[in-house]
């Protein structure tokens, strides 16, 4: 049982970095011709990154934005909160709280991710033509994956 709540906490801390490096990472889409890549903020070409994102301004984007930040935000309160009732509640409880918090990180991930796949990972938006899903896509799915297993996890197990 040890072992099995250290294991959730080691992946609960991996998936709080992988969460903030998908998010300040911006490299969501990249040019298969090498030319870039683009995330939720900047507009990336091997000279460096600048502002000139073209849908910089759409509400979508936006959406995407915040549901990542919240989503980091409800995964650092989640493992607070785990590590608190870790030394706080008494035994034979589960870790409720944190559970419930990291479902609602896992739904802020959900809606997130899945407003960028819709609108903006694709290369012709982007004009990027080929173009491949950059790392932090690819994390942010992953974390996706983690926090539901976590947050039930959280649920299910009691503390011994
Ligand atoms: C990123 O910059 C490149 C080069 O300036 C441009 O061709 C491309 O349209 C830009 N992409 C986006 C999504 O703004």
Same mark, same amino acid.
């Given at each position: 049982? &040890?072992? &099995?709540?250290?294991?959730?906490?080691?992946?609960?801390?991996?998936?709080?970095?992988? *969460?903030?490096?998908?998010?300040?990472? +911006?490299?969501?889409?990249?040019?298969? *011709?090498?030319? =870039?890549?683009?995330?939720?903020?900047?507009?990336?070409?091997?000279?460096?990154?600048?502002?000139? *994102?073209?849908?910089? =301004?759409?509400?979508?984007?936006?959406?995407?934005?915040?549901?990542?930040?919240?989503?980091?935000? $409800?995964?650092?309160?989640?493992?607070? #909160? !785990?590590? $608190?009732?870790? $030394?706080?509640?008494?035994?034979? %409880?589960? $870790?409720?709280?944190?559970?419930?918090?990291?479902?609602?990180?896992? &739904?802020?991930?959900? #809606?997130?991710?899945?407003? @960028?796949? /819709?609108?903006?990972? +694709?290369?012709?938006? +982007? %004009?990027?033509?080929?173009? /491949?899903?950059? @790392?932090?896509?690819? *994390?942010?799915?992953?974390? !996706?994956?983690?926090?539901?297993?976590?947050?039930? &996890?959280?649920?299910?197990?009691?503390?011994?």
């Amino acid at each position: 049982m &040890l072992v &099995l709540l250290a294991s959730i906490f080691v992946v609960h801390i991996a998936t709080v970095i992988m *969460l903030f490096v998908s998010t300040i990472a +911006n490299v969501w889409v990249v040019s298969d *011709l090498g030319t =870039g890549s683009v995330g939720l903020w900047k507009n990336c070409t091997s000279g460096g990154c600048g502002d000139n *994102l073209s849908y910089a =301004g759409e509400d979508a984007l936006k959406a995407v934005q915040a549901f990542m930040i919240l989503s980091i935000i $409800f995964s650092v309160i989640s493992l607070v #909160v !785990f590590v $608190f009732q870790l $030394f706080t509640m008494e035994k034979g %409880n589960r $870790f409720f709280l944190s559970g419930a918090t990291m479902l609602v990180c896992w &739904l802020c991930v959900m #809606v997130g991710a899945s407003i @960028y796949t /819709h609108h903006y990972a +694709n290369g012709s938006i +982007n %004009n990027y033509e080929p173009s /491949h899903h950059g @790392y932090s896509f690819i *994390l942010t799915w992953i974390c !996706f994956c983690f926090s539901f297993i976590i947050g039930i &996890l959280y649920l299910v197990l009691r503390k011994k």
